[in-house]
């Protein structure tokens, strides 16, 4: 999984629905956005050109610099 930093989130309902929408992607059905925090957590295959795009559909974006690749274990 890469962590990514995201700005401009609107609201914890409007991150869930961006969230779902990340989901629906190839690649995407572990994609987790947290609100509180502002990170997106999504499998480096996923095509990010997509994932931008939805996020940018409520004026959010990623912040580039702060991307990093975590490894996740255990169950959730």
Not at 37 to 43: A, D, F, G, W
Not at 72 to 76: K, N, Q
């Given at each position: 999984m890469i962590q990514y930093r995201v700005k401009g989130l609107s609201c914890a309902n409007c991150a869930k629905n961006l969230e779902e929408e990340i989901q629906k992607l190839e690649y995407?059905?572990?994609?987790?956005?947290n609100f509180q925090?502002?990170?997106?957590?999504?499998?480096e295959e996923?095509?990010?050109?997509?994932?931008?795009?939805i996020l940018a559909s409520d004026g959010a974006y990623i912040e580039e610099e702060n991307k990093s690749e975590i490894s996740?274990?255990?169950?959730?």
């Open positions: 995407g059905e572990n994609a987790k956005l925090s502002s990170k997106l957590y999504v499998n996923i095509n990010m050109a997509k994932v931008k795009k996740l274990t255990g169950d959730h």
